[in-house]
């Protein structure tokens, strides 16, 4: 059997129909499969790789702290080097209450962290989160995650859970005394990059601040430059409890974060100790490479560029097909007629060597994230493509 069939035969599968492209390398914007056929990486693996595949630093990082130590006990418990220098650099660059970083594994145990994280500083049990919003696939963002679509298979999930509209004033009146905290992302990425209304965004945390509630912002895929600012919230005018992290953090490799005061996150210490474990959580290996990443990003000036960059796919997306483009730096949903239309658009393009996809809340829009890195000849480029895919579809 190739590696192909060894894939669909042992490999656990989230469809019945996987890409199953066989790749071999990648570097920067681009991948190669096992018969050289090159492909842009349109969606920089779902906003992982912001400073590019197998970025020199962030590779040099994972050789160099892999020969000195891997694996040495539970998080929380040892001095690590590579946890205390990104956890120092992170903060660096964050508001002053958003001063303590708890590291995990991905941004779905990140979220179930700062949910724990809110009951416990509140002592409340009520969560609010947002239709239309992504979290994750564990049972508690599953939760929150804000379409019945996705949640219903898995029911009963936790209780007290409420869902409200996101840029909704009057939704905001359900946030009361009993609300441990409110989840949203600084951007809606899987309804099809809605940003929120910034009139909107400051009567929310105004109302969180008045009800003592905990304001969680999502910025597992908008953050890290992505919107063109190095956090989201900056461009919101707004800072919040609780700051989630996931993708990009760790320039390639698995690792997440939350984010809150030294006040917030010291009650998980006690009352249980150990109110929040984890064995891999941190990884020295993944910090390293984070770190290097997030070094990266800073020192080679991609997050000015984005902007920029933004605009050109904004000239070079014209099609009559083309119903709208919704973009927030170079987080973009280009929407269609349908997903009909699209799916066979996104086949048309990784045929012809450009990697994009589809959201989960917005199927009929094609989802263009790719690498910061990206040069304007390769936008343009990748443009030409999805146009000519789109002449051939909707001929």
């Not at 130590?69 to 220098?85: A, D, K, N, R, T």
């Not at 994280?117 to 804000?146: P, V």
């Not at 698995?254 to 010291?266: C, D, Q, R, T, V």
């Not at 799916?343 to 809340?361: N, P």
Request: glycine share 8%.
């Amino acid at each position: 059997m190739n590696n192909r069939q060894l894939f669909l035969q042992h490999v656990a599968q989230t469809s019945d129909a996987p890409l199953a492209l066989e790749i071999v390398k990648a570097e920067g914007m681009y991948m190669w499969d096992a018969d050289g056929k090159q492909y842009m990486d349109l969606i920089a693996g779902i906003s992982v790789c912001n400073v590019g595949h197998c970025h020199p630093k962030v590779v040099k990082a994972i050789q160099d702290q892999a020969q000195q130590y891997m694996h040495l006990l539970v998080y929380g418990e040892f001095v690590q080097s590579p946890q205390v220098s990104f956890a120092k650099l992170l903060t660096d660059h964050l508001p002053n209450q958003l001063n303590c970083v708890y590291f995990t594994n991905s941004g779905a145990e990140a979220v179930e962290g700062a949910m724990k994280l809110a009951k416990r500083f509140t002592g409340r049990t009520n969560i609010a989160a947002f239709n239309r919003s992504y979290h994750g696939s564990t049972q508690g963002a599953l939760s929150i995650l804000g379409d019945e679509y996705w949640r219903n298979a898995f029911r009963p999930l936790l209780p007290g859970i409420q869902h409200l509209e996101y840029n909704n004033f009057e939704s905001l009146e359900q946030i009361t005394s009993q609300t441990a905290a409110v989840i949203a992302e600084s951007v809606q990425a899987e309804g099809g990059v809605n940003p929120p209304n910034l009139e909107w965004m400051k009567a929310l945390r105004e109302k969180c601040t008045a009800t003592g509630t905990l304001l969680i912002l999502d910025e597992v895929q908008c953050g890290l430059g992505r919107n063109g600012t190095l956090w989201a919230f900056e461009q919101l005018g707004i800072v919040p409890d609780i700051l989630i992290l996931g993708k990009a953090l760790g320039g390639g490799m698995p690792l997440g974060a939350f984010i809150a005061s030294k006040e917030i996150m010291w009650t998980l210490t006690n009352t249980p100790v150990l109110g929040h474990i984890t064995t891999f959580g941190g990884h020295p290996v993944n910090c390293a490479a984070g770190r290097a990443g997030f070094q990266a990003l800073l020192e080679e000036e991609l997050i000015p560029q984005v902007k920029a960059k933004e605009q050109i796919f904004l000239q070079h997306l014209k099609h009559p097909a083309i119903k709208a483009v919704r973009s927030v730096g170079l987080m973009m949903a280009v929407e269609l007629e349908s997903f009909e239309v699209n799916k066979k658009t996104i086949d048309y393009c990784i045929a012809h060597g450009v990697l994009t996809d589809w959201f989960l809340f917005a199927a009929e829009c094609m989802r263009i994230a790719p690498p910061l890195v990206i040069t304007e000849e390769e936008i343009i480029a990748a443009c030409k493509i999805i146009c000519e895919g789109l002449d051939v579809v909707t001929k």
